[in-house]
Nanobody, 114 residues
Framework: QGQLVESGGGLVQAGGSLRLSCVGPGFDFSNSQMGWYRQAPGKDRDIVAA??????DTYYADSVKGRFTVSRGNGKVYLQMNNLKPEDAALYYCNTYPSILANWGQGTPVAVSA
């Protein structure tokens, strides 16, 4: 299994934006559906958004619909997060979806101040 690397997290104020990126050194996910997942302290890791290999179809958890946008291109998968809320704070990961085919990366942390 290959490794995935996430980046782009940080600390923002509520209402702010961040753009996360995911690359897969040694893991070719060009033909895979990809997902963004998040895990807050003490909670399970949940799917946030997903995108088909073609990029034509997407899926969003109800909690992020209308605020987050998943896209892919240039060998990367992106998650544009707008109007961030304190409850969006978590460690964000990318991986294949719905089956997990790659090793989990270290994730990128997102913190949102009220």
């Amino acid at each position: 299994q290959g490794q995935l690397v996430e980046s782009g997290g940080g600390l923002v104020q509520a209402g702010g934006s961040l753009r996360l990126s995911c690359v897969g050194p040694g893991f070719d996910f060009s033909n895979s559906q990809m997902g963004w997942y998040r895990q807050a302290p003490g909670k399970d890791r949940d799917i946030v958004a997903a995108i088909t290999s073609s990029g034509r179809d997407t899926y969003y958890a109800d909690s992020v619909k209308g605020r987050f946008t998943v896209s892919r291109g240039n060998g990367k998968v992106y998650l544009q997060m707008n109007n961030l809320k304190p409850e969006d704070a978590a460690l964000y990961y990318c991986n294949t979806y719905p089956s997990i085919l790659a090793n989990w990366g270290q994730g990128t942390p997102v913190a949102v101040s009220a």
